[in-house]
């Protein structure tokens, strides 16, 4: 079950070997994904279904709704995935994160072993749900504001985004190969994924899991670049800044 050519620390082989221990034998990663995106597609499809006529000036709250999406997942994953709260379901997220899914993997060792493994990266199912009730209000107020297109396309980003995440923090753990390495995007967040997993640094850098904007934004970012910089780097490790910064 473990990689052949498996490159790290014997602490973190261990933890990888426990942690497999713990699941469940019906557990199946395919199936896993596969619920995910079907409620993802589902959702999507009741949102369009809904859409009618869109006027240019409806489509502003898709970038505005892209940023904010952008910056709230920074927010949690630096507030409550590595820094432990105490409103509901917060430690279990922290347990799930810091606890676990940095324990399975580290700066030189970011691959599965394979899809019985998918389980320490991907959400459960049912937090798609749980973030979908999260934009419903956003989804009423909006549409009672400006029009029911605006509260639509609210939420169908805000659940885009979620599917995006979870896509690309795929894409960090899986091993190399040439899609990876030269898709766009892509290949800039498993670099800068694998840079926070570095246990030194894990709490203050790279906290974006999609495009790093709020990094830039916040100055959380391993990188000394612009914006454009920044999202389109790949693994490029020019401009790296000092760990002491």
């Known amino acids: 079950m473990e990689l052949k050519d498996i490159s790290s620390n014997e602490k973190l082989v261990k933890f990888r070997a426990l942690y497999r221990e713990q699941i469940d034998g019906w557990y199946n990663g395919f199936l896993h994904v596969f619920i995910i995106y079907s409620i993802g597609a589902l959702l999507m499809y009741f949102y369009i279904a809904h859409l009618n006529q869109i006027t240019l000036w409806e489509w502003v709250v898709v970038p505005i709704t892209f940023i904010l999406c952008n910056i709230f997942e920074w927010a949690i994953h630096k507030y409550v995935m590595h820094k432990p709260q105490n409103f509901p379901g917060a430690r279990a997220i922290y347990s799930r994160h810091t606890q676990q899914h940095h324990q399975f993997f580290d700066q030189n060792e970011m691959r599965f072993a394979g899809p019985h493994d998918w389980r320490v990266t991907f959400f459960p199912p049912y937090a798609l749900i749980i973030f979908t009730f999260m934009s419903i209000p956003g989804l009423i107020v909006l549409s009672m504001i400006f029009s029911s297109n605006v509260g639509w396309l609210f939420i ?90």
């Open 156 to 245: 169908s980003t805000t659940t885009s985004m979620y599917l995006i995440y979870e896509f690309m923090h795929f894409c960090c753990h899986v091993g190399d190969n040439r899609f990876l390495r030269n898709m766009p995007f892509v290949n800039t967040l498993r670099r800068h994924h694998a840079a926070h997993h570095d246990m030194g640094v894990m709490t203050k850098w790279n906290m974006n899991l999609t495009f790093p904007i709020a990094d830039w934004l916040f100055k959380s970012s391993d990188l000394k670049r612009g914006l454009l910089g920044h999202i389109f780097n790949g693994y490029n490790e020019e401009f790296l800044k000092n760990k002491k910064d």
